[in-house]
């Protein structure tokens, strides 16, 4: 039997003792308490030696784009220093500067866990279409959509191992009530390997092969760590 059950009966339970106001009550508090917690900073870097134009004239194109065209996102332009002796490579989680340069490197931050990790890169910039796929996808537009309305969203990629029974157990679970009530849960389900989602998909950390995976999202899209295997034994 999937061992997903278990997680999200926990999940359940503990967003309803939060407090013991009737369900759609404590789903507002919850929910609004969730977006008003600090959103996670990301770095779209420019990394290059100190004396490199194009590099600059990169940086400068991509400064235009978020001012003009991506203020939403959750992004800052970073340049990045690469022949500097005083880099902290550590603080973007990378070992030492891209064998290639110049290069455009979007780095995740995840305030809770005190790390950075790579989710994208291009040589030397993104494209038209790059810049397209960063700004939004569908299930990110739906994403946005759902979490103003709901205490957590669940999103389900069925992976090389998926199994029909686990994606019905999940509808069934977003559709209950409890003391007539919603319970406040959503479901978005995404095929990983979808190239409209690559970035989504390099962000949780699911490769486009990889097995069956459960995210749980809720606030302003932070997303509740680690992810689940619902195939697991």
Known sequence: MSSIARPHA???????????????????????????????????????????????????????????????LNLKLVRVTADDPDTDWDSFGIPSAPPALPVTVLF???????????IDHWEPEPDEADLAALLTSPVRKQLQERLGQHIAV?????????DPATAAMLRDLVGKDIKDERIGLSLIEFDASDPAEQLL????????????????AFGRAKLMEPPLNPCRN
């Open 201 to 216: 998909s390099s962000f949780i950390g699911l490769p486009p092969d990889g097995p069956s995976t459960l995210v749980v």
């Open 108 to 118: 995740g931050r995840s305030n809770s866990a005190g790390e950075s990790f790579v």
């Open 10 to 72: 926990t999940l359940i339970l503990t967003l309803l003792l939060l407090c013991s106001l009737p369900a759609a009550a404590c789903e507002i508090r919850v929910r609004d308490a969730a977006f008003r917690t600090p959103r996670d900073i990301h770095r779209l870097c420019v990394i290059a030696n100190s004396d490199d134009p194009d590099a600059d004239a990169i940086a400068a194109r991509l400064e235009d784009w978020l001012a003009e065209t991506a203020q939403s």
């Open 154 to 162: 669940l999103l389900y990629s069925g992976g090389d191992n998926a």
